[in-house]
């Protein structure tokens, strides 16, 4: 009897543990979790089994992704969030972006433009800490203390490391030799650690410790601020740090079919594209296209060509640019940039640059629960390591976001993006984002959570994946898997992933794209709740690391039961999609 009790533990265990991405999409009957770092998926959908609710699983998955993925996001960084309250049916946004220091000059990058991509003068004052507890502080439900233990076990008992982190070292151990603190904590002997090793991080493990005792201020003043000072030569000052506030922003809205979109406002330009492009395809019918054929893609990439020219031409920080953002998600600029559209040629661009996306600072998180509650948060410390400055004796990357501002308008970044004044570097200033936490809504109630990792290419992957589930009706794990592709109108080439047919690519030539293949455009990290079938639906993404966590707490109602399902009754039997 004992022996078939710890079978039925176990397999218990092994049926409702994280799950990595595949073809069917995970289902859960009280809530889901998707993170693209695999190994902190756990965190979550242990708060969630316990009881916590949506938000106090996306905060300890974001510790424990910090953890587990240092070299993607972490205390040293920033993060947006875009969240649903069931309490009170609001939604709302949170910018915990870096800022710039009161020391930073355009100037001084615009001379030396290589200290913006990495080193001190790379380093933004870090925001996610701070980000992390005013989130605790206005929905959590569980201790703060609580929310930290994953993380501070992963760190202190080690991480196994995977295929993807291994990897992901190994691209970037080589730029690791100048900053001897992140090359000893992150690599074995200089060399990515191999499969299977563990990975502990003890100063990680401490500094976690310090900000469970000390909360949202752990990093803004006291010990670790003053070695972040010393660690930048005082870019980033003590001032800076003690100064730094998140902000509760009016998230970006809009409408597509019968959903509403909540997204992520400036300093983030995720949220506005977004609405932009698809108020313009929403003067289309995509699910009369072929989904994929050198039709629907160009029809898409135009759309992008020109949401990303304005990108580059007036966004930014909009406490310090005045961003026309009601105009740019207004159904009445949609329909002048509709007119834009050849069917048979380009919307063409003015110059060129040939930058390639291709880094891995971001970390994205989607998580409903059972109660409705919805967030997406997507933190980042820019590109791999971010500035590859750890902090000595605190385990801490600091970020390189100062690489996200514009220091000229034929300078691009890291991510191929240009800019123009509105994104200047400027004191106190927060640089311009792609990352686009996201919410759908239906009847006011969240129905899925959506946000991905990868500059730039995070827009395009939201998007696509968003129009595969409400145009296409593509379950959450077919519409992250289905391939993508991405325009951000300089340079001027369509990037596609490999899947793409031959056919497609010589019509889409003949239209006049130069095209590069790409294997991975972003990383799109899904839940769905689907109120007819009273399920909770997960797609990750296996471009990365990435796992669903689903909470399956209540009983498996038999099929003639009628159940209470997010505050409504209903009977699931005949529900379930084939
Ligand atoms: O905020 C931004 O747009 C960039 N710092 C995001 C960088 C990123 O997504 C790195 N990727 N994996």
């Given at each position: 009897m004992k022996k078939l009790i710890l079978i039925l533990f176990v397999s218990t265990l092994v049926s409702e543990a994280a799950l990595a991405a595949s073809f069917e999409?995970?289902?859960?009957?009280?809530?889901m979790l998707?993170?693209?770092?695999?190994?902190?998926?756990w965190a979550g959908q242990q708060v969630l089994e316990n009881g916590g609710n949506a938000i106090d699983a996306a905060i300890a998955t974001a510790f424990a992704a910090a953890v587990a993925h240092p070299f993607s996001s972490g205390v040293g960084g920033?993060?947006?969030a875009v969240v649903h309250s069931a309490a009170d049916g609001t939604s709302t946004s949170l910018d915990a972006r870096e800022t710039a220091p009161a020391g930073a000059t355009a100037e001084f990058y615009t001379k030396n433009p290589g200290s913006i991509r990495s080193g001190a003068r790379s380093v933004a004052v870090p925001g996610m800490v701070q980000g992390a507890w005013a989130l605790h502080q206005k929905y959590g439900s569980m201790p703060w203390e609580k929310l930290l233990e994953p993380a501070i076990k992963m760190a202190s008992e080690g991480v196994r490391v995977e295929i993807w982190h291994h990897n992901v070292v190994k691209r970037v151990a080589e730029r690791l030799k100048d900053f001897p603190e992140t090359r000893r904590i992150q690599t074995v002997d200089g060399m990515a650690p191999p499969l299977g090793w563990n990975h502990v991080q003890?100063?990680?493990?401490?500094?976690?410790?310090?900000?469970q005792k000390k909360g949202g201020k752990a990093l803004a003043v006291g010990p670790i601020a003053?070695?972040?000072?010393?660690?930048?030569?005082?870019?980033?000052?003590?001032?800076?740090?003690?100064?730094?506030?998140?902000?509760w922003r009016e998230p970006i809205r809009g409408s597509y079919r019968d959903y509403e979109i909540v997204s992520m406002p400036p300093p983030s330009s995720g949220g506005i594209l977004l609405v932009q492009m698809l108020n313009i395809l929403s003067r289309y019918d995509l699910s009369a296209m072929n989904h994929g054929s050198s039709e629907y893609v160009h029809l898409l990439a135009s759309t992008m060509k020109m949401a990303f020219e304005d990108r580059a031409g007036i966004l930014g920080d909009?406490?310090?640019?005045d961003v026309p953002v009601e105009k740019l998600i207004s159904m009445a600029y949609a329909d002048q940039q509709a007119a834009r559209f050849d069917p048979r040629g380009q919307v063409k661009a003015r110059s060129d640059h040939a930058q390639v996306p291709d880094d891995d600072g971001t970390t994205h998180i989607s998580v409903i629960d059972k109660h409705g509650n919805a967030i997406a948060i997507t933190q980042t410390i820019n590109t791999l390591f971010g500035s590859k400055i750890t902090v000595p004796g605190t385990g801490i990357v600091l970020n390189n976001e100062m690489d996200d501002f514009s220091i000229g308008p034929e300078l691009a970044n890291s991510w191929g993006a240009t800019g123009s004044t509105a994104n200047m570097v400027a004191p106190g200033k927060r640089p311009l984002s792609s990352m686009t936490p996201t919410l759908v809504l239906q009847d006011g109630k969240p129905v899925m959570v959506i946000g991905s990792p990868m500059g730039t290419l995070i827009i395009s992957a939201v998007l696509q994946t968003l129009i595969n589930v409400i145009d296409f009706d593509f379950d959450a794990q077919r519409a992250v898997n289905a391939p993508r592709f991405h325009h951000q109108w300089k340079p001027d080439r369509l990037t596609i992933e490999p899947e793409f047919p031959v056919e497609v690519r010589e019509r889409l030539q003949s239209l006049g794209y130069e095209l590069r293949e790409f294997s991975i455009i972003g990383a799109a990290e899904l839940a769905v709740f689907d109120p007819d079938a009273c399920m909770f639906w997960g797609g990750a993404d296996g471009r990365r690391d990435s796992r669903t966590g689903a909470v399956n707490t209540s009983?498996?109602?038999?099929p003639s039961e009628t159940v209470q399902c997010v505050g409504t009754s209903r009977n699931t039997a005949e529900a379930v999609p084939d």
């Open positions: 999409p995970a289902w859960g009957r009280d809530g998707v993170t693209s770092v695999g190994p902190a998926a920033g993060m947006f003890p100063e990680l493990a401490e500094s976690l410790r310090w900000i003053a070695k972040i000072a010393k660690a930048t030569g005082n870019a980033v000052t003590e001032l800076d740090l003690a100064r730094y506030e998140v902000k909009s406490d310090f640019y009983p498996v109602p038999r």
